[in-house]
């Protein structure tokens, strides 16, 4: 009976030593294939195109339009709209996107490779190596992106001058003073013979500039405080900001021009040889001891050889008729004077600026100056 029970014992134990082996076995192949799968992994992390292609797998248009902030920052949505922007990028990315290494970038720790999107380059992005892992690999993660569009749209700005008081506007919106870049402050020209007499105003141009804008050609408009649109171009003339006389006055003024003009070209040519009664005649209409009564006073003496069979004012062209001060007016003026002399008939043109004042409800010349 004893050796019965022996024969037990030993076939108890032969079974847990071939589970307690069984187990080890399993225990040990599983760790090999742990450890295999890590450096499989390990191995895999090792190679740059698995960060690049995890990285490129995110790559969208939206993406790309997501950081471009630098770019759209600079674009100024009250002109051109956020969406009007996104759009204009989403119609550029056209083609296919891949990217390329830029080797003249790259190191042993180090590669940079640019985005392309088609043949256009919209950006780059690093990947770099860090530490070791257990099984003595260097893993390729990504480090920093950058996108420029700049070049893919271009961008482009407006800038245009307008006097003050006048309204500005592109696409639709009205500058205001936060677009104003430069302030200019001039004497009108056509004034400038009589600023030193009179307390003259300047006038004030402003000079505003508006964007950048995407891929967008802005025209601006510029109307007048009176709502009337107006081209500022070459052959804008500062003077034409004062405003024109009433109707009236100035038909007033221009008849007195032409009545002056009849007697003080008589006067010049001594038409009928009497250069004394001319001077007469003249004289009341100018301003006495003023420095054309001066002048004209100092000619008598060279009108003896100034005779001619008759003068007459064949046509005045009034370029500008403008109020110097409440009882001052400036005349610009080409006049042509027909003369009769020993060869026939003659036409002459002379130009001139008049200042004509308002002295006890009577008009008088005080300047003339021809040029």
Sequence with gaps: MAKKKHKKRSGIGFAVFCVVWAVLLLTATGFGLYWLWGCMEGYEASRPHIAIDKYMSKITKEYIIDHSDELLSKVDFNIQSREDCTQIVMDALEGEISYARKASACTEDKQVYVVRWGKQVVGSFTIVTTEADEYGFKPWIFQEEQYDLSDLMGTETVTVRAPEGYSVMVNGYVLDESYIVSTETAEYDVFEDYYGDYDLPKYVMYT??????LNATFEPEVYSPQGQSVV??????????????????REELESFLAEFLDIYVIFAGCANDDRYANYWNVSKYVVPDSKL????????????????????VADIDIHHLYALSEDAYLFDVTYYVDTIGQEGLVRTTSNARMVIIRSADKLLVESMISY
């Design 208 to 213: 505003y500039e508006a964007g950048p804008f």
């Design 232 to 249: 500022l171009d070459e052959s804008f003339a500062p003077y034409s900001l004062i405003p024109e006389l009433e109707e009236g006055e």
């Design 293 to 312: 009564a001066e002048r004209m006073e100092e000619a008598l003496a060279g009108l003896q050889y100034a005779k001619s069979h008759g003068d007459q």
